[in-house]
């Protein structure tokens, strides 16, 4: 008789957890994917009394659902036999060219040949580890840095080194230095990772002295700069700067996506790499998921071509300016004396940092109990640190929400302030959360 070790009537661990048969069986990278301790908390967060401050989702609703629709039918009328049919790991060329108009509007010129489309930048980031990291390899990441691509560089067992940054984005000196230091140490250093515009999740933008100085250091020590920029076109003040890869074809592997531009639905991004490079993203993406979705590369092909998009991404930008404008006057209306953080020019993040003794992690039970929720700053380090930072999203929630998720938050502050100084510290850190379902953290 077989028997499926998953079925039910399994032991469970102390936690409540299924014991996991397999545990025995898993390759070594597997023990870098582990989920948040504050998962659970997230769980309780999407709920709808809770103004959620925390997850980075799109407003989706704003775009043009009924043209979306027609275009789909269209495309499905006029192209279904091929929009149904496997394509190829590349992506559609007609998508690649016009992917080549988006970069342009950021100084970057580029042959379609170069792009390879992906299933949103995750999947670029995910091939671009999986091509250059071997177990133990230096990736230098800003300090904090997207959640996510920790994860990604963590599962292939690279060791990430962080750089820190200010308002103005990483500092040269701090690159340069880590990255004499770790040669000095005769550490294999593979790439440098940067958000450089409205940098998730610190909102900070990497300025054009800064930019060019990077640049700079990174081709004198022959380092690979992996710039993701999935939100370089939302940007509520001030002049666009050029992307890194405008400045250095050849040093620069760039991400781009239009999930924040257009929707995460259709889950297309893309990777412009050099020449060689590109090669083994292709056959990378080939092994990972044969081809992509033909129907969704015609679809954003579609739209690109017959609808204003353009315009649509100033109608974002004019929504989610409203927003944050909404957060930033919130903050400085409420905060209490001791609270920072940062003023990002677009994108969807602002990074605060809390008074001396308090504990964002340790404090987020308190304000889920207060119907508030952020992400704690220490998911976006691979060290320990960010216990006093969080990340608070406005891309989401309404202007009204925001004003009243921030008065709800500084509640919360206050209350730990006065346990602080009332005990001495305030609240404990929370019991790890087990695996309920993940919390939107993109
Ligand atoms: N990079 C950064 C900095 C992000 O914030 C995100 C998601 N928000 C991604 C990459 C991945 O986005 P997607 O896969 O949807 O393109």
Redesign the pocket.
Known sequence: MSVDPRESHQPRSPQGSRIDPYVGAYAARAAGMVASEVRALFAVASRPEIVSLAG?MPNVSALPMEEIGDIVRRVLAERGAMALQYGSAQGDPVLREQICDVMSLEGITASADDVIV????????DLVTRVFVDPGDVVLAEAP??V??INTFAAFQADIVHVPMDEDGVLPEALEERITALAAAGRRVKFFYT?PNF??PAGVTMNAERRGRVLEICRRHNLLVLE????GLLRYEGEPLPALRAEAPDNVIY??????TLS?GF???WALAPSSVRAKLVLAAESAMLSHSSFNQMVVGAYLASHPWREQVKGFNEMYRERRDAMLAALEAMMPAGTTWTRPAGG?FVWATLPEGLDAKSMLPRAVSQRVAYVPGTGFYATDDGHRNMRLSFCYPTPEQIREGVRRLVGVIEAETKLRDTFGTASPPPTPGGDAPGPDL?
């Open positions: 980075g992906t299933v949103g930048s995750q999947q670029a980031l840095t997207y996510t691509a958000v940098q998730n993701d920029n999935p939100y991400l781009g996506s239009f999930s924040k995460p889950r297309i991004g969807f993109p």
